[in-house]
Protein backbone atom coordinates (compact mmCIF):
# COMPACT_ATOMS: atom_id res chain seq x y z
CA UNK A 1 0.00 0.00 0.00
CA UNK A 2 1.02 3.63 -0.47
CA UNK A 3 0.15 7.33 -0.52
CA UNK A 4 -2.96 8.16 -2.53
CA UNK A 5 -3.57 11.30 -4.21
CA UNK A 6 -6.84 12.99 -4.70
CA UNK A 7 -6.33 14.46 -8.46
CA UNK A 8 -8.88 16.70 -8.32
CA UNK A 9 -7.55 18.24 -5.17
CA UNK A 10 -4.02 18.22 -6.46
CA UNK A 11 -2.73 21.60 -7.78
CA UNK A 12 0.48 20.01 -9.21
CA UNK A 13 2.96 22.49 -7.00
CA UNK A 14 5.51 20.02 -6.73
CA UNK A 15 6.57 20.20 -3.20
CA UNK A 16 5.55 16.81 -2.55
CA UNK A 17 7.86 15.46 -5.39
CA UNK A 18 10.58 18.10 -3.96
CA UNK A 19 9.83 16.27 0.04
CA UNK A 20 9.91 12.64 -0.89
CA UNK A 21 13.08 10.77 0.46
CA UNK A 22 13.11 7.82 -1.87
CA UNK A 23 11.68 9.97 -4.91
CA UNK A 24 8.24 8.00 -5.25
CA UNK A 25 6.27 10.51 -6.49
CA UNK A 26 6.37 11.96 -9.94
CA UNK A 27 4.14 15.05 -11.37
CA UNK A 28 2.68 13.54 -15.07
CA UNK A 29 0.33 16.18 -16.66
CA UNK A 30 0.50 18.23 -13.92
CA UNK A 31 -0.32 15.96 -11.27
CA UNK A 32 1.41 14.16 -8.77
CA UNK A 33 1.35 10.37 -9.14
CA UNK A 34 3.05 7.68 -6.44
CA UNK A 35 4.59 4.60 -7.23
CA UNK A 36 4.71 1.71 -5.50
CA UNK A 37 8.34 3.05 -3.80
CA UNK A 38 6.41 4.53 -1.75
CA UNK A 39 7.40 3.65 1.87
CA UNK A 40 4.70 5.50 3.30
CA UNK A 41 6.68 7.73 5.19
CA UNK A 42 3.88 10.58 5.50
CA UNK A 43 6.36 13.55 4.59
CA UNK A 44 4.01 14.40 1.56
CA UNK A 45 0.96 14.07 3.42
CA UNK A 46 2.09 17.14 5.59
CA UNK A 47 3.70 19.22 2.87
CA UNK A 48 0.52 19.39 0.47
CA UNK A 49 -1.14 22.58 0.60
CA UNK A 50 -4.65 21.37 -0.49
CA UNK A 51 -4.57 18.02 1.40
CA UNK A 52 -4.88 16.28 -1.59
CA UNK A 53 -2.58 13.31 -0.44
CA UNK A 54 -3.61 10.74 2.08
CA UNK A 55 -2.31 7.15 3.35
Known sequence: M???VN???C?????C???CPVGAIKL??????ISDECVE???CVGECPNE???L
Do not use: M, N, P, T
Open 2 to 4: SAS
Open 7 to 9: QEK
Open 11 to 15: IGCGR
Open 17 to 19: EDV
Open 28 to 33: EDGKAV
Open 41 to 43: CDA
Open 52 to 54: AIS
